[in-house]
Structures are given as C-alpha cells and as structure tokens.
C-alpha cells in the first residue's frame, strides 16, 4: 500500500489551498473510460426499451431515498464566476466544452506548483488526477449560487483583522516563498494537514486529489468516510438536539433529516482552527442538502451562516458524481516522516546561520 501522506512541506499546502483559492475539478461520472465507452455503444445501437425506461429513485429497505455508493466531487468548474461571464449563471455550449478541455490538459500536466529544486508529488502517477478518475461537463459557470453574482462575499472587518493577524504570526503560510519565516521548533507549529490530523469537511469540496468519498446508510444513521486520511463523519437522523456548545469537534456536531427525497445536514460546534476557511468555530453554522437526481450523480448544495466572517450567508453547487470503489487506505499519520524532515530542516537551517554569524564558513545541509 503506497503512502498518499508522504507530500513534501510546500506540497501539502499547495494541496489544501486549492481547495480553498483555485478552480477546481467537478466530477459527474463514475469512470471516464467507462462512460466514454457507453456513450459510443450508444451512437452504435439503437434505443431499447430498457435504456429508454425513466430512471426510479433507489430506496433503502427502511424507504429512505438511496444515496449509498462512492462519489466524488472533482471539478473543473470555479468556487467563484470569473468576470468574464458577467452575470450568467450557466455557460454556452462552446464555453463548456473550451473549460473541459483546457481542464483535462490541466489535470494531465499538473503536479503542483512547488519550487524547481523541490521534489514534487505526481498525482498522474498514482492515478489521482482527475482525468483518470472521468470528470463529466459542468455547464454552472461557477460553484457558488448565491449571491447571483457567483462571489463569496466580503468577510467582515474583524474576519479581515483575524485573518492578518494569523498570516503575520502562524507558521508556514506562504508556501511559494522560500525565504518566508518557518518556525518549526516542535510538531505543534505545523498545521493540521502537515501533521496528518484533518483536512477539512464539511462541506464537501473538490481538491486537488483524492475527492472522493463513501457513503453508507443504516436506519437512524448516515455515515460518510471520506478519501482523505479515511476521516469518517457519522450522522444521527433521529431529532436528537446538538451537543452541548462547550464541545467542539474536528468536523462538527452534525445533525441530519429527510425534507423529500433531500438529506439536510446541519452541522455547528466547530473546533477552533478547524474550520472551513478560518470562519469563526462559535458562530459558524453548515447546512448541506443531498439530492440524488439519476444513477450516476447527487446534487450537493451548501449554505454557509456566520455573521462574525462574512457580510451575508451563501450557497454552492457541487455535483458529486458516482464512482468505483473502493477506496484505498490514506495511510497518513501523526508520524509521517515529513514530519521529521521539517523539525530537521530547521534545526539545520538555525545552526547555519548561527555559524554564518560567527563568521566560520558553514557546513553543507547535504553534508550533515
């Protein structure tokens, strides 16, 4: 079993901040080659009465709407509308099919933008791109919905001074520098995702590999395990109230029920310095809304409250599509050596420039 967590320093946070800053991958089929391979037997045969009958909502025994199997939600679609497309909401023909191509390209060439001399992790090589997973057309012009302009809005005024603050002071925030200050003096100055703890979720959004998830229902319970680092969030549908607001949890207090054929998940008592895009652990809220709309694909929506980080609640698109599973074993832990490697990159770097101060020549990194 290959090791997925063994990322270099700056891999990892090119990794999560695509997430959170780029355009990212929307997946709608369970396998590019296998979809591709259906759409020509298609061309080939006439309709039968079979591929002609509608498509019927799969239920579980206990009659709650199906939404079990593996998905992902890779995408090539934006988070936000670029300006170009004004105030549409959904693109041309041609549109589309320029923004899939250009994404496929993309995903077959990328291998994340890290430094010359820094090893990089090809996703390509272990079949994590999205290409090789099969990413379907997206005709949204961007994953946000509300506001109609496709923009998150404007943080507040004590959001933007939190977010300063904590670029000035935390460790390792700018990843493409290689002259910005690190402190790396224990594994607690490393964030999160440095120390295999927690990559994010919910809500649900496309990353730069590893995007896919499974879920499993029982009665009275959804569960989700999610690729990355096989986090798992399990979701009580029974009315039962939230947790008491002094717990805070990694990914939330989730609490879920049926509206229609529509799983709703609202999720609060966030952990502090886990949240989705550094929003406020004690006002932040997430409601999710899952949508099985044919055999291959769940509309997702999300709408994020939190009057202390943005002006306005918003909400986003993003359709997860069904995939083959299962899904190998993260293997990412506290221990990564990555780790190891940091705490003594730095120690290095502090006895050559204690050396430089002295005036004696330094030692080679290589040589030590």
Same mark, same amino acid.
């Given at each position: 079993?290959?090791? &997925?967590?063994?990322?270099?320093?700056?891999?990892?946070?090119?990794? *999560?901040?695509?997430?959170?800053?780029?355009?990212?991958?929307?997946?709608? $089929?369970?396998?590019?080659?296998? &979809?591709?391979?259906?759409?020509? !037997?298609?061309?080939?045969?006439?309709?039968?009465?079979?591929?002609?009958?509608?498509? %019927?909502?799969?239920?579980?025994?206990?009659?709650?709407?199906?939404?079990?199997?593996?998905?992902?939600?890779?995408?090539?679609?934006?988070?936000?509308?670029?300006?170009?497309?004004?105030?549409?909401?959904? *693109?041309?023909?041609? @549109? $589309?099919?320029?923004?899939?191509?250009?994404?496929? $390209?993309?995903?077959?060439?990328?291998?994340?933008?890290? *430094?010359?001399? %820094?090893?990089?992790?090809?996703?390509?090589?272990? !079949?994590?791109?999205?290409? $090789?997973?099969?990413?379907?057309?997206?005709?949204?012009? /961007?994953?946000?919905?509300?506001?109609?302009?496709?923009?998150?809005?404007?943080?507040?005024? @004590?959001?933007?001074?939190?977010?300063?603050?904590?670029?000035?002071?935390?460790?390792?925030?700018?990843? !493409?520098?290689?002259?910005?200050?690190?402190?790396?003096?224990?594994?607690?100055?490393?964030?999160?995702?440095?120390?295999?703890?927690?990559?994010?979720?919910?809500?649900?959004?496309?990353?730069?590999?590893?995007?896919?998830?499974?879920?499993?229902?029982?009665?009275?319970?959804?569960?989700? @395990?999610?690729?990355?680092?096989?986090?798992?969030?399990?979701?009580? *549908?029974?009315?039962?109230?939230?947790?008491?607001?002094?717990?805070? +949890?990694?990914?939330?207090?989730?609490?879920?029920?049926?509206?229609?054929?529509?799983?709703?998940?609202?999720?609060?008592?966030?952990?502090?310095?886990?949240?989705?895009?550094?929003?406020?652990?004690?006002?932040?809220?997430?409601?999710?809304?899952?949508?099985?709309?044919?055999?291959?694909?769940?509309?997702?929506?999300?709408?994020?409250?939190?009057?202390?980080?943005?002006?306005? /609640?918003? /909400?986003?698109?993003?359709?997860?599509?069904?995939?083959?599973?299962?899904?190998?074993?993260?293997?990412?832990?506290?221990?990564?050596?990555?780790?190891?490697?940091?705490?003594?990159?730095?120690?290095?770097?502090?006895?050559? !420039?204690?050396?430089?101060?002295?005036?004696?020549?330094?030692?080679?990194? /290589? +040589?030590?």
């Amino acid at each position: 079993m290959y090791n &997925r967590s063994s990322l270099p320093l700056t891999g990892v946070g090119i990794a *999560l901040a695509i997430v959170l800053f780029m355009p990212t991958f929307v997946g709608a $089929q369970s396998s590019g080659a296998v &979809r591709n391979a259906d759409a020509k !037997a298609a061309k080939k045969s006439p309709p039968t009465a079979a591929s002609t009958k509608p498509w %019927t909502l799969p239920r579980t025994p206990d009659g709650q709407p199906d939404l079990q199997g593996y998905w992902t939600s890779l995408s090539f679609t934006p988070m936000e509308r670029p300006a170009k497309y004004g105030g549409r909401e959904f *693109l041309t023909d041609e @549109e $589309q099919a320029q923004i899939y191509k250009e994404g496929i $390209q993309h995903s077959y060439e990328f291998t994340f933008d890290d *430094l010359a001399e %820094t090893p990089v992790y090809d996703s390509t090589v272990y !079949a994590l791109s999205a290409w $090789q997973h099969g990413v379907a057309p997206n005709r949204r012009s /961007s994953l946000v919905v509300d506001p109609p302009d496709g923009k998150i809005p404007p943080v507040t005024a @004590e959001a933007a001074k939190a977010r300063a603050a904590a670029r000035k002071a935390g460790p390792n925030q700018d990843y !493409a520098n290689p002259n910005a200050p690190v402190k790396a003096d224990v594994a607690e100055d490393l964030n999160l995702g440095e120390r295999c703890l927690f990559f994010g979720n919910p809500p649900i959004l496309p990353g730069g590999y590893d995007s896919d998830f499974h879920i499993v229902q029982s009665p009275g319970y959804v569960l989700i @395990e999610y690729d990355r680092d096989s986090e798992t969030r399990i979701i009580p *549908l029974d009315g039962s109230p939230h947790l008491s607001s002094n717990i805070r +949890q990694w990914h939330g207090d989730s609490r879920g029920h049926w509206k229609g054929n529509t799983l709703v998940v609202e999720t609060t008592n966030f952990r502090p310095g886990a949240t989705f895009q550094n929003a406020n652990a004690k006002t932040l809220k997430i409601t999710e809304y899952f949508t099985r709309t044919d055999q291959n694909t769940i509309e997702y929506k999300f709408t994020i409250d939190d009057p202390a980080t943005w002006t306005r /609640s918003w /909400s986003a698109i993003v359709p997860l599509g069904a995939m083959k599973g299962p899904m190998f074993e993260y293997a990412c832990t506290e221990g990564n050596e990555d780790i190891v490697n940091i705490l003594a990159g730095a120690r290095a770097t502090e006895k050559a !420039a204690a050396e430089k101060a002295k005036g004696t020549p330094g030692v080679p990194i /290589s +040589q030590k």
